[in-house]
């Protein structure tokens, strides 16, 4: 059976799959509603499957949208990221902390970042490859990115080069106090 646990921030899951081995290879559930529901307390319809694949040192995020905000459930299938959430919800007792775990196609792990919550990457392999289930659609008119290094916030990114490769999009994020927020 998969098993769960909180981080830091009490909402954000990580799930442990348990991995069946032999000379073959291995299997493993990727994804149960029943146990999904069971294990985390939530039931959430998943209505869209997301596949990235990324080099070596790029950082995707902090993406959040905010009138159709996203639950998602994040995996890596190949490669190794460092996976982050930023809480912006600004009634909660941890609004604008953040929580971050290592996911790889070697440890099977997922991390279930809760709508309301801003979520970004860094890739600490060659390459990665990232899939990832959401509970709503994608929306670009509700799209915000929040700065990946805003100093308010303040996440211990595990960077081996200076700078992390990013997107137009991504160098244009808003920081913490500018933000538009839940």
Not at 52 to 74: C, D, E, M, N, T
Request: hydrophobic letters at 45%.
């Amino acid at each position: 059976m998969t098993t769960v646990q909180k981080l830091e921030l009490p909402e954000v899951l990580l799930f442990t799959p348990r991995i069946f081995h032999d000379a073959r290879g291995f299997f493993f559930e990727s994804f149960n509603a029943r146990e999904f529901a069971a294990l985390s307390g939530l039931a959430f319809d998943f209505v869209q499957d997301n596949h990235s694949r990324s080099a070596r040192h790029v950082l995707r995020g902090l993406h959040y949208q905010i009138r159709q905000p996203q639950g998602k459930l994040v995996r890596v299938t190949a490669g190794e990221v460092f996976d982050v959430a930023v809480d912006l919800r600004k009634s909660s007792p941890t609004f604008g902390r953040w929580v971050g775990a290592r996911l790889s196609a070697e440890n099977n792990c997922q991390m279930w970042i809760p709508p309301g919550f801003a979520h970004g990457f860094l890739c600490r392999s060659e390459y990665a490859e990232v899939l990832y289930k959401t509970t709503d659609y994608y929306a670009p008119k509700q799209e915000r990115c929040l700065l990946w290094n805003d100093p308010a916030i303040g996440i211990d990114w595990p960077l081996a080069s200076a700078l992390p490769v990013l997107s137009a999009k991504d160098q244009m994020g808003a920081p913490l106090a500018q933000a538009e927020v839940f």
